[in-house]
């Protein structure tokens, strides 16, 4: 199980909140990060001579304990020392708060870009709130630089960041130079990009950025309930179509619950019949989180009573040949004919395993669950695969 992304520790001579790229001695100096911008990880380092790094611009460390003895700014003995690891971008609070914003070799890195959004959807694991976000795309322009190029993808997520606007561009620009080889998954509901001029603002990040676009239902009346917004569901199409048409990367969200699922198949057809231009079709299980958890009664089902439903959805996406995954159903629910569709989609540091997982063949293969979820978000029919 990943340790969670934030801790407490003392700080001496840190008297800003400030971000830095935490590298060990080696690496620090022969990073691409700039100096001044490095956290020097001398945990179990006694050896080093902390008056020769400062004298080699090292701007700050990080310790094991209070030793006492260093000149330089520091943080030390965090509370949780496993949160925090060498490869890591921190923001590091004057008070010892510490959070992680980028981990090394974690299975998802995501930004986040905004708590505003203009959708209440009922299971909203991320329930939205009215801010000024300019402070976050400053933090984001921050961060890019300490993230190592060799991420194969980040999220950015809200919140809605397309509320951004001409941030969320800059954003994506300038990631999109820092990291050349990484695709930036955009978790957006569309809406805005009904409005034919914003698409065009990001004619610079065409195929760099994929963007991840939840359609509830196959019309407007389910969707917009569930999005607890009249005319969603005509903005979201025309924002589609309005990326389609300039060559952007889709993906669509269809999320498993009691008010989407009982339209799964024919959900199917009116995306391979409506949008053959869609690259990935994900059907996400539920996070019990926010709005969802609120709202269980209304939205709980069984996946074990929606997955044959749901392996014909993926199987007939499949035959037209458009990719489809599942996410977040755990494999002992799906049918053979279906476990090949599903991803282990949940990040490390939200995933759990329950007792039955111990005795299970395919438990490296599985998504697990979501460590929010207690037993009223568990299956009956959770077993372990021979
Ligand atoms: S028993 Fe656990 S590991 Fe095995 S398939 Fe089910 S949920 Fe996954």
Redesign the pocket.
């Known amino acids: 199980m990943a340790p969670p992304l934030h801790t407490r520790g003392s700080t001496d001579g840190i008297t800003s909140p400030r971000l830095f790229k935490v590298l060990r001695l080696e690496e620090a100096l022969g990073s691409h990060v700039p100096l001044d911008r490095v956290m020097v990880d001398l945990r179990s380092r006694s050896d080093v001579d902390r008056d020769a790094l400062q004298g080699i611009g090292v701007p700050v460390i990080l310790e094991e304990g209070n030793s006492d003895v260093s000149p330089l700014p520091r943080l030390h003995s965090l509370s949780n020392p496993a949160v925090v690891g060498a490869g890591d971008a921190i923001r590091v609070h004057p008070s010892g708060q510490v959070n992680v914003l980028y981990r090394r070799g974690a299975n998802a890195n995501t930004l986040f870009a905004t708590e505003a959004c203009n959708s209440r959807c009922l299971m909203c694991s991320q329930p939205p709130r009215d801010e000024d976000a300019s402070w976050r795309v400053a933090e984001m322009l921050e961060l890019l630089p300490l993230i190592d190029p060799t991420v194969p993808a980040l999220g950015i997520t809200g919140g809605e960041p397309t509320l951004l606007g001409e941030g969320l561009r800059l954003v994506l620009e300038a990631a999109s130079a820092l990291l050349p080889d990484t695709t930036f998954h955009v978790l957006t509901n569309g809406r805005t990009f009904a409005s034919a001029p914003l698409v065009d603002s990001f004619d610079s990040v065409t195929g760099r950025a994929l963007w991840a676009i939840p359609l509830y239902a196959d019309n407007a009346r389910d969707h917009d309930h569930i999005v607890q917004a009249g005319g969603a569901f005509a903005e979201t199409i025309d924002g589609l179509y309005n990326l389609a048409e300039r060559s952007h990367r889709i993906e669509v969200r269809f999320v498993l619950h009691r008010l989407t699922v009982g339209r799964l198949e024919r959900f199917a057809e009116f995306i391979y019949r409506n949008m053959p231009f869609v690259e990935h079709v994900a059907f996400m299980g539920l996070e019990p989180m926010g709005y969802a958890r609120m709202n269980r009664d209304l939205l709980w089902i069984d996946p074990l009573d929606y997955a044959p439903a749901l392996g014909e959805a993926v199987r007939r996406l499949s035959q037209r040949r458009m990719r489809a995954s599942i996410y977040n159903v755990?494999?002992?629910l799906l049918d053979g004919r279906s476990r090949p569709f599903a991803r282990q989609s949940i990040s490390d540091w939200k995933s759990a395993?329950?007792p039955?997982?111990a005795n299970?063949a395919?438990?490296d293969s599985?998504c697990?669950f979501f460590r929010s979820a207690g037993p009223q978000w568990r299956s009956r029919g959770?077993?372990?695969?021979p």
């Open positions: 755990q494999l002992c395993s329950a039955e997982c299970c395919a438990i599985c697990g959770i077993q372990p695969l």
